[in-house]
Structures are given as C-alpha cells and as structure tokens.
C-alpha cells in the first residue's frame, strides 16, 4: 500500500517535470518562430519599401521625361510660329 503510493507520486511527480520540460520547449518553440516570423517580416517591408522607392524614382524620372518632351515640343511650336512670323 505505502510502497504504492509512493510509486505513484514518484511518477505523478516525473510526469508533472515532463509535462513542464515540454511545455518550456513548446514556448521556446514558439518564441523563436515569433522571432523568426518577425525577421522574415521585417525583411520583407524592408523589400516592399525598397520596391516602393524604386517605383517613386522611376515615376519620377518618367514625369521628367514627359515634362522635358512637352517643353522640347513646346519650344518647337514656339519655334516654327516665330519662323513662319519671319517668313510671312
């Protein structure tokens, strides 16, 4: 009856350390998938920004583009008026 009960504790006792031991392991588990989730995120906003800059520069030197064209041609009509004043 003693020896029994003892027996029992003990392995009440065992399983209770590896039932905490697991769930220690479960949290460090799931803190370093936390962690690496949060690197993994960080990594892709900093991609996204990046790509975001990228696409703000390439606008950018597009409007330019556009903008420079438009006073190209704006100064040929200029141009082509002032020759034909010449000519008339």
């Known amino acids: 009856m003693r020896r029994g009960a003892r027996e029992r ?4 006792r065992a399983r ?4 905490a031991r697991e769930r ?3 949290a460090r588990a799931r803190a370093s998938g936390r962690q690496r989730r949060s690197e993994r995120a960080r990594r892709a906003s900093e991609r996204a920004s990046e790509r975001a800059s990228e696409r703000a520069s390439e606008r950018a030197s597009e409007r330019d ?3 420079r064209a438009s006073e190209r041609a704006r100064a040929r009509a200029s141009e082509s ?3 034909s004043e010449r000519a008339s």
């Open 9 to 12: 504790a003990r392995t009440a």
């Open 65 to 67: 583009e556009r903008e």
């Open 16 to 19: 209770a350390r590896a039932r």
């Open 24 to 26: 220690a392991r479960r």
């Open 81 to 83: 008026e002032r020759a």
